[in-house]
T-cell receptor, first 113, second 113 residues
Framework: SQQGEEDPQALSIQEGENATMNCSYK?????LQWYRQNSGRGLVHLIL?????REKHSGRLRVTLDTSKKSSSLLITASRAADTASYFC?????????????FGKGITLSVRP | IAGITQAPTSQILAAGRRMTLRCTQD?????MYWYRQDLGLGLRLIHY???????GKGEVPDGYSVSRANTDDFPLTLASAVPSQTSVYFC????????????FGEGSRLTVL
């Protein structure tokens, strides 16, 4: 399975601090995506990084991808209490069934006001 | 408001009963998906449809069936519910099959007693 595995499982930080979340995967990917889920809600897409990209930015989000290490990180800068949520990485392979997104188990981020 | 609508929001069901979870999207997306989310296991793909008239099996298809008669609707049926099917079910869609960004519904919480 190419399922991503997030690290840490849970993270608690103070408002204003940066939050770094990591994702590792097992096989070659077409792209890697990060999603956010607020409690009791559906997942919301945050950012997609392709296998030939190394870094992407979107507002306070910065995603890096290291295909040699099969890992990605999501950095949220200047965190806010509203960033409290679960974050999931999802990987997509190149062809057929492997092209379907496979999700990790998620990271629970708590941002203390 | 454009998006994905799931129904019911929650349901308690006796084991052995038949249940259909409904999913409708108004984004004219070709691809649709059903995931189940369980604590500690993340999201797992049940079934998918790349386009109207076609369906495919995901990681955990047993006990579930789907149909895709048109672009907008993608119902998930449990023919004879069992307690292990207690979960939160998410429907999602994407503009293209495979590894594109997913748009999720708000989920259907199902409890099988």
């Amino acid at each position: 399975s190419q399922q991503g595995e997030e690290d840490p499982q849970a993270l608690s930080i103070q408002e204003g601090e940066n939050a770094t979340m990591n994702c590792s995967y097992k096989t070659s990917i077409n792209n890697l995506q990060w999603y956010r889920q607020n409690s009791g809600r559906g997942l919301v897409h945050l950012i997609l990084i392709r296998s030939n990209e190394r870094e992407k930015h979107s507002g306070r989000l910065r995603v890096t991808l290291d295909t040699s290490k099969k890992s990605s990180s999501l950095l949220i800068t200047a965190s806010r209490a509203a960033d409290t949520a679960s974050y999931f990485c999802a990987t997509a392979g190149h062809t057929g069934a492997n092209s379907k997104l496979t999700f990790g188990k998620g990271i629970t981020l708590s941002v203390r006001p | 408001i454009a998006g994905i609508t799931q129904a019911p929001t929650s349901q308690i069901l006796a084991a052995g009963r038949r249940m259909t979870l409904r999913c409708t999207q108004d984004m004219r997306h070709n691809a649709m998906y059903w995931y189940r989310q369980d604590l500690g296991l993340g999201l797992r793909l049940i079934h998918y449809s790349n386009t109207a008239g076609t369906t495919g099996k995901g990681e955990v298809p047993d006990g579930y069936s789907v149909s895709r008669a048109n672009t907008d609707d993608f119902p998930l049926t449990l023919a004879s519910a069992v307690p292990s099917q207690t979960s939160v079910y998410f429907c999602a869609s994407s503009g293209q099959s495979g590894s594109a960004e997913l748009f999720f519904g708000e989920g259907s919480r199902l409890t099988v007693l």
